[in-house]
């Protein structure tokens, strides 16, 4: 079986930044979202969920759908001039992490990183942390149980990546 070809979005032909694949590989909750590597078959499934979208938009959504459209055919255009199977966006110090905590480590970049800096970093941990806590008491077990297993992964993430 031949080795996938994975590259990081500024390797692509004409090169991409990290968020643009991260937004990608998140919206419409696709098969492995958020596990820091967008495939090609994922940037189709995107590709076509915005085409649907598309088509029953009003005129106001339709222009920036079509834009995003574009920008993802063109990604995965140049996904092809350069034999990428994938695009890796994650920042190096989170690419050996288990897959559970890529997606969290996904999640505070999208979330947390409000100056968009791109890096796992105790403060964006940190900030992570803060937002869980604010949320206070949840309103059912399974919230609280997910809050609880943000908070844990955090400390996980934070034990591989700053010991």
């Known amino acids: 079986m031949p080795t996938e070809r994975v590259v990081k979005p500024g390797d692509l032909a004409t090169p991409w930044n990290r968020f643009a694949a991260m937004a990608c590989d998140t919206d419409h909750g696709l098969h492995g979202a958020g596990d820091g590597v967008l495939t090609r078959e994922e940037l189709r499934e995107h590709i076509s969920k915005l085409e649907a979208e598309a088509n029953v938009a009003g005129y ?76 206070g008491s949840v309103p059912s077990r399974a919230a609280q149980s997910s809050k609880e297993q943000a908070l844990r992964e955090l400390d996980e993430i934070e034990e591989h990546l700053f010991p």
């Open 60 to 135: 106001d959504m339709a222009d920036i759908l079509d834009s995003e459209v574009r920008d993802a055919r063109r990604a995965l255009r140049d996904m092809d001039l350069v034999s990428a199977d994938a695009v890796e966006y994650l920042p190096e110090n989170c690419r050996d992490l288990p897959v559970h905590l890529r997606r969290r480590a996904t999640e505070m970049l999208m979330i947390d990183d409000r100056d968009a800096y791109g890096d796992v970093s105790p403060e964006l941990v940190e900030a992570a942390r803060r937002r869980y806590r604010q949320m």
